[in-house]
């Protein structure tokens, strides 16, 4: 049987033709699900507070939790309206007005019309009459009409919406009840043109459409037969509620998606966290950035490598890579690359390591105490794979989008027991052997102390830069860029990690026969620091750029290998849900620090196949001295 159904959506008439779950029907709820969507998956999503006087704390829990929507069933004993779910359930201290109307009518008065603090929000109380709606509503009317400021929207255009659910009127009847009192209709109602004028919200029982568990979505069925009943109260631009809904986040996303507004909830705290964290927890991209395809002609090759490129994403575990991927509709440069491995991240004194003793073990290949640069735990010098190399004759460039003196950066050129010592720090950077060294400002470069450190490096024949722009003529350079360049991706950065990485491959290219690289995608840790996962995903695209043109440049060289990994995972990030097709993503965060789960490693090139596995971290740089024909240990 074919059923045609006409939704109006946002002014456009779209006709579905539901047969089974076919092509039309699934982009009907694409549309419904990421119509107007810029940044993110969501729509407009409030929170109801279902059966609220059964909370410990009536009204002020869920008030206090910002649910716009609260619930409260009636009943009329001796002209007085009291809440209750059942008659024998009816108390004398638990009247409507003690609850709901005298709290009200008290914040109205205190916030100056408003019901809440923030005047951008708007209060519905939706009144459920249990029996007998007539005189109920001749009690209402004469209980709340005493004060119009708090409930009547022509005095008070912030008033109060009052929604009758329950016993109701005969739709016909709505036009004899004042009208700042509006009704919960039904889906399948027939209400005529001036009855939806009252029609404050459409309600239904979500067990009627299916008996989803609240796990994963709906089956393609079930989910076209919610659509349809959310797209008529979108038609007649009214919200939407189910209930008898599983209470759980994942519940509420779905249901969401699917174009209910009023979320049902008896857990208005956790709702309302959940509600707060959705610009920080979900994000969709419109269109993806392009991927580069490897021609795989060196890779996994037994050719020599003269040339070790290691791009580290700071804070990039796989879920990080994962929510990248589906960000951009299910393709990454780092998906093109066929060897992978996993790398173990504990440090001596922690399984979770910071950036000093994550970034050491890769530099170093000896695992050190958190916030140990290049240093073991009892204070020597470990000599890092840049040293190592540079004892050979390689060209080195250190390369990254965070202070040039943080943690990452500096395990390669500098040896210090604290991670914090950054002037300690950009003193060795003085007296290291390199090309290229070029990362953000540190704190304390600025007047009297920046200006004797260029004359420092003017005296050690090293040239200062302040751009992405690199000094093509120079034999060593140590580059702090300008704050602009540094900021964060949703800010306004460009390419800059890119520029950095395509400008010394050409000087190093004209310079050296064989080179080393590390580039750091410093701050998707910071999304991951953050609890930001919009932050989070532009960085790790950003950072994909990357990958992109060293695999292009591999492809060039045919002697290049390039590894990618991370130092450790941050955020503890969890992803609740995706849609490659759509580019969205939906995580949740566990900690705002490092956690010890195991990172991706990703190879490309000749002798790839000697970096995959389950490994220590460690393990990459005794693998990469083994691949150019040292010793492993």
Do not use: C
């Amino acid at each position: 049987m074919i059923k045609t159904i006409k939704f109006i959506l946002g002014g456009a008439l779209l006709v579905a033709h539901l047969h089974g779950y076919g092509q039309e029907q699934s982009k009907l709820l694409d549309s419904l699900m990421f119509n107007g969507a810029k940044t993110g998956a969501t729509l407009a999503m409030k929170g109801h507070s279902h059966n609220d006087y059964a909370q410990d704390i009536p009204f002020y829990r869920a008030y206090y939790a910002g649910m716009e929507s609260i619930e409260a069933d009636l009943y009329l004993r001796d002209g007085i309206l009291y809440v209750a779910h059942d008659k024998s359930e009816i108390r004398k201290d638990r009247t409507l007005n003690s609850l709901y109307i005298e709290p009200i009518r008290k914040l109205v008065k205190e916030h100056g019309g408003y019901v809440f603090a923030d005047k951008s929000k708007r209060l519905q109380l939706m009144l459920d009459i249990k029996e007998n709606h007539s005189p109920v509503l001749a009690a209402l009317m004469q209980l709340l009409a005493k004060d119009g400021k708090a409930f009547d929207p022509v005095v008070n255009p912030a008033a109060v919406r009052i929604v009758i659910s329950g016993d109701r009127p005969a739709p016909a009847d709505f036009k004899k009840y004042p009208n700042w009192i509006s009704f919960d209709g039904a889906v399948d109602g027939k209400y005529t043109t001036e009855e939806w004028k009252r029609i404050g919200m459409l309600s239904a029982d979500l067990k009627a459409y299916t008996n989803w568990n609240g796990k994963g979505t709906p089956v393609p069925e079930d989910k076209a037969k919610i659509v349809a009943a959310t797209a008529i109260a979108r038609q007649h631009q009214v919200p939407f509620r189910f209930w008898g809904n599983h209470d759980s986040p994942n519940t509420w996303s779905e249901l969401n998606k699917m174009g209910v507004y009023w979320i049902n909830t008896d857990q208005p705290d956790a709702l309302a966290k959940f509600i707060e964290r959705i610009p920080y927890e979900q994000y969709r991209q419109e269109k993806p950035q392009e991927v580069y395809t490897p021609t795989y002609v060196s890779d996994a090759t037994d050719r020599e490598v003269r040339k070790v490129i290691l791009l580290i994403g700071d804070g990039m575990g796989l879920a990080q890579v994962k929510a990248a991927l589906a960000a951009n509709h299910g393709n990454l440069n780092m998906a093109q690359m066929r060897k992978v491995g996993l790398s173990r991240t504990e440090a001596v004194n922690s399984d979770n390591t910071d950036s000093a003793a994550g970034g050491s073990a890769l530099a170093t290949g000896s695992k050190t105490n958190n916030r140990s640069i290049a240093m073991d735990p009892a204070g020597n010098a470990l000599p890092n794979l840049a040293e190592k190399l540079q004892a050979k004759g390689w060209g080195t460039a250190i390369l990254s989008t965070s202070d040039l003196t943080d943690a990452t950066p500096a395990v390669f050129y500098a040896h210090v027991s604290e991670r914090d010592s950054s002037k300690a720090i950009a003193q060795q950077a003085l007296t290291a052997s390199f090309d290229i060294l070029a990362g953000g400002t540190p704190g304390w470069f600025k007047g009297t102390a920046a200006e004797q450190y260029k004359k420092s490096m003017s005296q050690k024949n090293i040239s200062y830069g302040n751009t992405p722009k690199l000094d093509k003529a120079a034999k060593r350079q140590i580059v702090f860029l300008d704050a602009d360049y540094t900021k964060p991706v949703k800010a306004g950065r460009t390419d800059v990690l890119s520029q950095l990485l395509n400008e010394s491959l050409t000087i190093l290219d004209k310079n050296h026969e064989r080179f080393f690289i590390m580039a750091e995608g410093a701050q998707i840790d910071f999304g991951g620091h953050a609890n930001d996962l919009p932050y989070l995903v532009k960085e790790a695209l950003d950072f994909d750029k990357v990958v992109g043109e060293a695999l292009r440049y591999a492809d060039k060289d045919g002697h290049t290998l390039v590894i990618v990994t991370a130092d450790h995972e941050t955020g503890g990030l969890t992803l609740l849900d995706s849609d490659e097709k759509n580019g969205f993503i939906h995580g949740s965060f566990s900690s705002n620090d490092h956690t010890s789960v195991p990172v991706p490693v990703f190879i490309y090139g000749p002798k790839s196949d000697a970096l995959t596995g389950y490994y220590q971290n460690t393990e990459i740089f005794h693998k990469v001295i083994s691949i150019l024909g040292g010793k492993q240990k």
